[in-house]
């Protein structure tokens, strides 16, 4: 992950900081209404491909969510795993 994060990478970890539900993308960029979506989208695309955020699917509304990754979200959420990323090992003791 790059040390180096935008004022808008900074400001989506201090908002998702202060909840403890997952937000949607409209929930943060109302939030940030004036950050640039594009950039937006790429500052949440970064903490989530550097396992910073983590993503899913509220089954109840069908949008997508952000949460901080040591954050257990106040939704049901089905979790979105980045396929270009490896999965953690899973202990196979028996």
């Not at 409209?26 to 790429?42: G, H, K, N, S």
């Not at 983590?54 to 257990?72: E, F, H, M, P, S």
């Not at 795993?81 to 196979?92: A, F, G, I, N, S």
């Amino acid at each position: 992950m790059r040390t180096d994060l935008s004022d808008i990478a900074k400001h989506l970890i201090l908002l998702l900081r202060d909840k403890s539900a997952a937000l949607n993308f409209d929930e943060l960029r109302e939030q940030l209404p004036d950050a640039d979506f594009q950039w937006i989208v790429a500052e949440l695309m970064m903490l989530w491909r550097s396992r910073v955020v983590r993503r899913g699917v509220d089954t109840k509304t069908g949008r997508v969510v952000y949460w901080l990754n040591d954050v257990n979200p106040n939704r049901h959420i089905q979790e979105e795993v980045d396929p270009l990323l490896p999965r953690p090992q899973e202990d196979h003791h028996v």
